[in-house]
């Protein structure tokens, strides 16, 4: 597998972010790895988030005037004068344009393993990049040419509340109660663009590429969580949309579990031609014992190209779990 390639372990320059905001991020730090603005290079950038909106208002319709001209006959015994009409009739006015209906339904409900199904009916926004924020998450995905979206989510609060933000400023919030999320250790990786971050958990000391090593490529499943036998990831966003906002979170089965042992959790970043020699960004999300949510900023520099096919393994940005069998 590519791990068994040269690994290189880096220390990135790790800092304890300040509390993330509910609904949005306002950090500087946090402006540079959530913007919107088109981006003309592989390196993150400030860039300003506002969005315009174009009001069309106190448009009044007019009608030009009419002039006739009337050639009248001269009279004789055949012709029969009669009188005009003093006026024209008004033109009937054009009837106005249908308002086009925005409104949004958006759903939440739990699912097992605490995760939640969000969904989203927005037909007036079809195939449009929308933002989700949960709890410090953030994530972009882009609705069906139906304007709807589907979609699993990891709860990451008992109260879970999630907003679906357009890129208009119009958005929808659903809220849901997740009884089972106290039963699970849980953490999340988030970065802005295809920069190849991603969350592995080698878990009860297992190998790379062993049964026990759980990341993208081999991410488990929710019947094993369910059962207790080992975790499991989920990867969203869409990184076809623009400045994408990508997450990736491990969970994994604390009080179900049937053996006694640790997780070992680090992130790790390949070194590809899109990042290499750039300075890539990433945030930690993890819940601790306490039920607080704890969030870490990554600064990591990537070598240059030529060593294109390493990967950089960063072993402290994550605390590994403790688990106690059950």
């Given at each position: 597998?590519?791990?068994?390639?040269?690994?290189?372990?880096?220390?990135?320059?790790?800092?304890?972010?300040?509390?993330?905001?509910?609904?949005?991020?306002?950090?500087?730090?946090?402006?540079?790895?959530?913007?919107?603005?088109?981006?003309?290079?592989?390196?993150?950038?400030?860039?300003?988030?506002?969005?315009?909106?174009?009001?069309?208002?106190?448009?009044?319709?007019?009608?030009?005037?009419?002039?006739?001209?009337?050639?009248?006959?001269?009279?004789?015994?055949?012709?029969?004068?009669?009188?005009?009409?003093?006026?024209?009739?008004?033109?009937?006015?054009?009837?106005?344009?249908?308002?086009?209906?925005?409104?949004?339904?958006?759903?939440?409900?739990?699912?097992?393993?605490?995760?939640?199904?969000?969904?989203?009916?927005?037909?007036?926004?079809?195939?449009?990049?929308?933002?989700?924020?949960?709890?410090?998450?953030?994530?972009t995905d882009v609705t069906s040419a139906t304007g709807t979206l589907d979609i699993d989510v990891p709860a990451l609060s008992r109260e879970a509340v999630f907003i679906m933000a357009f890129?208009?400023?119009?958005?929808?919030?659903?809220?849901?109660?997740?009884?089972?999320?106290?039963?699970?250790?849980?953490?999340?990786?988030?970065?802005?663009?295809?920069?190849?971050?991603?969350?592995?958990?080698?878990?009860?000391?297992?190998?790379?590429?062993?049964?026990?090593?759980?990341?993208?490529?081999?991410?488990?499943?929710?019947?094993?969580?369910?059962?207790?036998?080992?975790?499991?990831?989920?990867?969203?966003?869409?990184?076809?949309?623009?400045?994408?906002?990508?997450?990736e979170v491990y969970s994994f089965p604390t009080s179900a579990a049937g053996r006694s042992g640790a997780v070992a959790l680090t992130v790790e970043t390949e070194v590809t031609n899109i990042?290499?020699?750039?300075?890539?960004?990433?945030?930690?999300?993890?819940?601790?014992?306490?039920?607080?949510?704890?969030?870490?900023?990554?600064?990591?520099?990537?070598?240059?190209?030529?060593?294109?096919?390493?990967?950089l393994v960063l072993n402290n940005l994550l605390q590994d779990l403790k688990v106690a069998a059950r």
């Amino acid at each position: 597998m590519a791990h068994m390639t040269k690994i290189l372990t880096a220390a990135g320059t790790l800092g304890c972010a300040a509390a993330i905001g509910f609904v949005m991020q306002s950090s500087e730090n946090a402006k540079r790895l959530y913007g919107t603005a088109p981006a003309d290079s592989g390196a993150v950038k400030t860039i300003d988030s506002s969005d315009a909106i174009l009001d069309v208002e106190e448009i009044t319709l007019t009608s030009g005037e009419l002039g006739l001209a009337v050639d009248v006959p001269a009279i004789d015994a055949e012709v029969v004068t009669v009188s005009a009409p003093q006026t024209l009739p008004a033109p009937e006015a054009p009837q106005a344009a249908p308002t086009l209906s925005c409104e949004m339904i958006a759903s939440a409900r739990p699912m097992a393993a605490a995760m939640v199904n969000l969904t989203l009916d927005a037909a007036c926004l079809p195939n449009e990049r929308v933002t989700i924020h949960h709890n410090g998450m953030i994530f972009t995905d882009v609705t069906s040419a139906t304007g709807t979206l589907d979609i699993d989510v990891p709860a990451l609060s008992r109260e879970a509340v999630f907003i679906m933000a357009f890129s208009n400023a119009e958005g929808a919030v659903a809220q849901t109660v997740v009884e089972d999320l106290e039963d699970f250790d849980r953490v999340v990786l988030q970065w802005k663009g295809d920069i190849g971050f991603e969350i592995h958990a080698r878990e009860f000391g297992a190998a790379y590429g062993s049964d026990g090593h759980i990341w993208h490529d081999a991410p488990g499943d929710i019947a094993g969580a369910i059962t207790g036998e080992s975790g499991f990831t989920t990867r969203h966003g869409n990184l076809d949309t623009p400045e994408p906002l990508m997450a990736e979170v491990y969970s994994f089965p604390t009080s179900a579990a049937g053996r006694s042992g640790a997780v070992a959790l680090t992130v790790e970043t390949e070194v590809t031609n899109i990042n290499c020699g750039l300075e890539i960004e990433a945030q930690t999300l993890q819940i601790e014992e306490n039920g607080t949510l704890k969030t870490r900023n990554l600064t990591l520099p990537v070598p240059e190209c030529d060593a294109a096919g390493t990967f950089l393994v960063l072993n402290n940005l994550l605390q590994d779990l403790k688990v106690a069998a059950r």
